[in-house]
């Protein structure tokens, strides 16, 4: 069975850090770019990061650009992403989603985690 | 990396089509034909319903395509079911490994 399992979200206070991890069984995770959405409670889905099957490109939004990180390791089937300085907007549930190509150009999310949610407040 | 336009909402009868669209740029939609399309039920994961612009993922109904003209996609679904009614949102390619949603549209199906 093809899962993404989400890791690390909780509550942070502002200006602080907070890494997620996603671990991937099911399918050959080298093969495939891995992103990082999110949604505010309430809100739509935002794309955050996607990262190419071998790391060689990677994609941030503009709201995150400069604070977050995203990162994989292929012998472990793991995705990560870093989030530096955090913000009450970053408040969210972060969804770790397969893509169903290599290259980190979101052609289709076809697998998607249940989210880890993650707080910002003091 | 502005986000694309969606209507806020949408609504239809059992048996009707409705079609959503979905506005962008000549920087994302205009471009690149890496357009897709999701539906979230309450308290789940989203699911895609239409890649590539008009490619229908293994397991989706026939009732959902999806279109393209110039910076405006488009999602049709006909033969509504009170299944369908969700939130549906779209997604581009918007270039050096970027993208870019919707704000989501809710469907009601009246």
């Known amino acids: 069975e093809v899962q993404l399992v989400e890791s690390g979200g909780g509550l942070v206070q502002p200006g602080r850090f907070l890494r997620l991890s996603c671990e991937a069984s099911?399918?050959?995770?080298?093969?495939?770019?891995m992103h990082w959405v999110r949604q505010a409670p309430g809100k739509g889905l935002e794309w955050v990061s996607g990262?190419?099957?071998?790391?060689?490109?990677?994609g941030y939004a503009d709201s995150v650009k400069g604070r977050f990180t995203i990162s994989r390791d292929n012998a472990k089937k793991s995705l990560y992403l870093q989030m530096n300085s955090l913000r009450g907007e970053d408040t969210a549930l972060y969804y770790c989603?397969?893509?169903?190509?290599?290259?980190?150009?979101?052609?289709?999310?076809?697998?998607w985690g249940q989210g880890t949610m993650v707080t910002v407040s003091s | 990396q502005s986000a694309l336009t969606q209507p806020a909402s949408v609504s239809g009868s059992p048996g009707q089509s409705v079609t959503i669209s979905c506005t962008g740029a000549?920087?994302?939609?205009?471009?690149?034909?890496?357009v897709s399309w999701y539906q979230q039920h309450p308290g789940k994961a989203p699911k895609v319903m239409i890649y590539?612009?008009?490619k229908r993922p293994s397991g989706v109904s026939n009732r959902f395509s999806g279109s393209k003209s110039g910076n405006t996609a488009s999602l049709t679904i006909s033969g509504l079911q009170a299944e369908d009614e969700a939130v549906y949102y779209c997604?581009?390619?918007?270039?050096?490994?970027?993208?870019?949603f919707g704000g989501g549209t809710k469907l009601t199906v009246l």
């Open positions: 989603v397969k893509d169903n190509d290599a290259r980190a150009a979101g052609i289709a999310f076809e697998i």
């Open positions: 099911g399918f050959t995770f080298d093969d495939f770019a």
């Open positions: 990262i190419s099957w071998n790391s060689g490109s990677l």
């Open positions: 000549s920087s994302d939609i205009g471009t690149y034909n890496f």
């Open positions: 590539e612009v008009t």
């Open positions: 997604c581009s390619y918007a270039g050096r490994s970027t993208s870019v």
